[in-house]
């Protein structure tokens, strides 16, 4: 058995400013994807997926009954069967392993479901977005809900405000574009809980209040903006003030070995890097008007286009 397939997200911008009401853009990224699935010689990821669904499945059998009501019993029988999630998404990487996970379940054991076929009115994508939240909260202790949305619906997803979202369009790439988006491969594993109580412990300081209301938020947004209406020459001015931001206020969220690099793309203007998710390792997001030049000043690194401009 082997149930339909959730893919992995980008969330290209809004990392810890959507927790403070600044915009973000969330898209589908096809390269990954997992899905349930039984076999009969389980390997040891397998056995170890399946011993977390277990608890998963206990969690979910306490979840309020008003928000979502799940088949457990069925739920339960698959797992004890030996269900596990059978997935290409790297843990930690900020790519939306968990939410994926989420996405499947839903999929399968939520009764009465919001389907994708629905006409996805703005009520029914924030009723699935606190239920996602509630479901992923199992894994980081804090969800916004927005990961599996993205993995569970396979479409960008606009977030306007905590409140309002919807699902989007995006600007068609163009395939011999020399600008880009890519990733970056840290070769550490991030780890999101620690990240996030790191934020929620600087935003007890207002200096950097401040800081995330006039310049991260200001020119998150900007970018989310410019993103959406394909103005690629001040999308890549506001990347470069975000990158700057970023690096001189969310050290402990760039792994030290990166803040050179991190620096070094400001400079030249060769690249500028972002957090992707909470940060802490993982992947780095990049952004390039010149892929070719990028990929020259990154050469020993491992770097995945994602997006052509």
């Known amino acids: 058995m082997k149930g339909p397939l959730f893919y992995s997200k980008i969330l290209l911008f809004g990392e810890y400013g959507i927790i403070k009401d600044s915009k973000g853009l969330s898209i589908p990224y096809n390269f990954y994807n ?3 699935k039984t076999e009969e010689n389980p390997s040891e990821a397998a056995q170890k997926s399946n011993k977390s669904l277990k ?10 009954k008003n928000l979502v009501v799940f088949d457990i019993k069925s739920l339960k029988k698959d797992v004890e069967a030996g269900m596990f999630f059978d997935s290409s998404i790297p843990q930690g990487y900020g790519v939306g392993s968990s939410g994926a996970l989420v996405a499947a ?12 076929l629905e006409n996805l009115t703005r009520e029914k994508l924030l009723n699935l977005k606190t239920i996602f939240a509630e479901m992923e909260s199992f894994f980081h202790g804090k969800s916004s809900g927005l990961d599996p949305l993205n993995s569970y619906l396979s479409l960008p997803i606009l977030i306007n405000s905590k409140e309002n979202i919807e699902a989007t369009g995006i600007p068609t790439q163009s395939s011999d574009g020399q600008g880009a988006v890519f990733l970056l491969d840290s070769g550490i594993i991030g780890e999101t809980a620690p990240m996030v109580s790191i934020f929620m ?3 007890k300081q207002e200096g950097f209040r401040k800081m995330l209301k006039n310049q991260f938020i200001k020119h998150t947004d900007a ?3 410019d993103f ?8 890549f001015k506001n990347t470069k003030q975000l990158s700057k931001v970023v690096l001189n206020n969310f050290k402990p969220m760039i792994p030290a070995q990166f803040h050179e690099l991190w620096k070094t793309g400001i400079e030249t203007n060769d690249y500028y890097l972002k957090l992707c998710g909470s940060g802490g390792g993982g992947y780095i997001l990049g952004f390039t008007p010149d892929i070719k030049k990028a990929e020259q000043a990154l050469k020993d690194y491992k770097l995945e286009v994602v997006y052509n401009f």
């Open 201 to 203: 412990e600087s935003m």
């Open 55 to 64: 608890r998963f499945a206990q969690y979910l059998a306490d979840i309020d």
């Open 228 to 235: 959406l209406k394909g103005d690629i020459k001040s999308l």
């Open 105 to 116: 379940i839903y999929d399968k054991y939520a009764q009465n479901k919001i389907t994708v």
């Open 223 to 225: 970018c989310v903006e």
């Open 34 to 36: 997992g899905a349930l």
